[in-house]
């Protein structure tokens, strides 16, 4: 008896100590405590601040991107003999590299030099490769060059008329000696061109300015069936009144040269751009290039996009100009980095403007040459498309990004 008095008394000590103890946890601690559960100046200490403590789940910094070089190209085309220049945009670097080393897996195809400019050796693929240093860590980025044969009977044809540039393997107009230069420009020429195949987008901008009549005309498209290209034309005829007639007869305006530089640009089918050609800053009454092969039949002149500067004589005649960009189409924007498409902007006498979709231009006959057998045109003159491009579009196997 003495035995089980002393064991309930223990017994009930301990139940009174242990009571009070489960309160308090009841009372402070929730059933369950997770922090999502929690807000972030609940989980802080009483005596912090939130300037002291960081709350996982809450506050992180990004992640800081990887550095890279960003290549002037992702896919390029050259033809033996002919050269491009490649260019590397450092991308997220702790400090700006101090040289960029360029090489070529098989210089035997394409050869690179220490300034990046490739040069098609013989026919076949070549990966050129960039590589700069961010601090000790090596950086690289290749692209895969195709080299193609370049004498055609096409090539060779385009000689007779124009001049012919390795770097960048295109076609232009010499502006001294140019065989058009003595016809003038009147709006027939574009209408004929198209009925004999042509498949070009044309816009017109015209003003008055120092007593005469100006017309600088934009072109771009197919141009019979192996060329196609781009061009800016600058042409002017003494103001007697009548204004832009349909019989309106111009002059080359070989006197009256404007400096202008302009790209024009290729879309591809994902909607992915590359450069065709780049004509440098220069005086030019003709601004023009050429490549050979062909671009899609349906609307072939919306593949391309030109983005041009124009510098004017002086303020005046960019005003002048500007109201002829504005009657043609084109929408004004504020600054060259709210360039879209078919708008311009000016800064002072130059003219910054982006041209893919306006045109004058019916097609009037948009499929003349769909039916034409090239196949056989190309296996009987030599291979036609140098510069990677087949009939249709670009080639399927080198489209992919």
């Known amino acids: 008896m003495k035995t089980f008095k002393l064991v309930l008394t223990v017994f009930l000590c301990s139940l009174i ?27 802080l200490p009483s005596d912090a601040t939130s300037d002291e403590v960081t709350v996982t789940g809450y506050t992180s910094e990004p992640d800081k991107a990887a550095p890279e070089l960003d290549l002037s190209e992702s896919q390029i085309w050259v033809s033996v003999g002919s050269k491009i220049k490649m260019k590397a945009e450092a991308k997220n670097f702790d400090t700006p590299p101090s040289q960029i080393t360029w090489s070529s897996g098989s210089p035997g195809i394409a050869a690179v030099d220490s300034s990046g400019t490739v040069t098609g050796v013989s026919t076949g693929k070549a990966a050129i490769t960039a590589v700069a240093m961010n601090g000790e860590t090596e950086v690289s980025s290749s692209i895969v060059i195709t080299v193609s044969s370049r004498r055609t009977f096409f090539h060779y044809l385009m000689m007779i008329g124009y001049r012919y540039t ?3 393997d295109y076609y232009y107009s010499d502006n001294d000696r140019a065989w058009q230069m003595p016809f003038g420009f009147i709006r027939l020429y574009d209408t004929a061109s198209q009925l004999i195949g042509y498949q070009y987008d044309f816009t017109r901008v015209v003003f008055t300015y120092d007593n005469k009549d100006w017309l600088i005309e934009f072109w771009k498209g197919q141009y019979a069936p192996f060329q196609y290209g781009g061009e800016i034309g600058v042409y002017t005829k003494y103001s007697t009144g009548f204004g832009d007639t349909p019989v309106s007869a111009y002059r080359c305006a070989t006197d009256d040269r404007l400096n202008m530089e302009m790209t024009l640009y290729h879309q591809r089918p994902n909607g992915t751009l590359y450069p065709e050609f780049t004509r440098e800053y220069g005086k030019y009454w003709w601004c023009d290039g050429y490549r050979i092969g062909r671009l899609d039949k349906i609307k072939p002149a919306k593949e391309l996009r030109m983005v041009s500067r124009i510098t004017l004589k002086d303020e005046k005649m960019a005003l002048a100009f500007t109201e002829g960009m504005l009657e043609g189409g084109f929408t004004k924007v504020d600054s060259r980095d709210k360039l879209t498409l078919d708008t311009f902007c000016s800064d002072g006498c130059d003219v910054y403007f982006i041209w893919q979709n306006l045109t004058e231009s019916q097609h009037l006959l948009p499929v003349m040459f769909s039916g034409f057998n090239f ?16 009939s249709g579009g670009l080639n399927d196997d080198l489209n992919a990004d």
């Open 17 to 43: 100590a242990f009571l009070p103890a489960v309160g308090a946890a009841g009372e402070f601690a929730p059933e369950t405590a997770t922090v999502s559960d929690a807000s972030p100046s609940d989980a």
């Open 166 to 168: 390795s770097l960048g």
């Open 375 to 390: 196949d056989a045109l190309t296996s009987f003159f030599g291979r036609l498309r140098p510069s990677g491009r087949v």
